[in-house]
Structure formats: structure tokens, C-alpha cells
């Protein structure tokens, strides 16, 4: 098993599964490209997530270990919706 600490709780998935895993299962399965998808994450779980997707975005109240490894940071989703509609 992996475990993801997240706030108050500790989130706990079978070795090998997280959200990019996720991500790319959803990607391979309606056959879009990862340039095509976009991801916001803001806790340690998504990390993975965020890692893995080139238009990853953390917000920017996650913590530093969070916003490190996304492509951007934004202050809300909407902010964040506002940018990517317009690439």
C-alpha cells in the first residue's frame, strides 16, 4: 500500500494506484492526449497527479512540497479555468 498524508486524515491506496494513474487510465480510455487535459491539485495525494501532467496547476495555498512539482499556480479554480481556456 501507499499512504498519502492529507490534512487531518491519511489517505491510504493499493502500491502502484494514485491519481495519475488514474489520469492516464481516463486519457487512454477516451483516447486524449495528456496535452489535451488539464489538473489542479492541492494536497500531498496529488502530487502524483501533478508530476505527471504537463498542465498541472497546485493552488497556491497548497503546501510548498504541493506547488513544487506543478507546472503552475493559481489562487482559486476559477483562475485557473480563466488560463486554461485561454491556451
Avoid at 501507499?2 to 502500491?15: E, S, Y
Wanted: aromatic share 10%.
Amino acid at each position: 500500500v501507499t499512504a498519502f498524508a492529507n490534512n487531518f486524515v491519511v489517505d491510504v491506496v493499493p502500491k502502484g494506484v494514485s491519481k495519475a494513474t488514474g489520469l492516464d487510465f481516463v486519457e487512454a480510455y477516451i483516447d486524449v492526449d495528456d496535452a489535451d487535459t488539464y489538473s489542479m491539485g492541492d494536497s500531498h495525494n496529488d502530487i502524483p497527479m501533478l508530476e505527471s501532467n504537463e498542465n498541472s496547476a497546485a493552488h497556491s495555498l497548497a503546501p510548498e512540497e504541493v506547488t513544487v512539482v506543478a507546472a503552475h499556480s493559481f489562487p482559486s479554480l476559477h483562475d485557473y479555468i480563466e488560463f486554461a481556456l485561454e491556451q
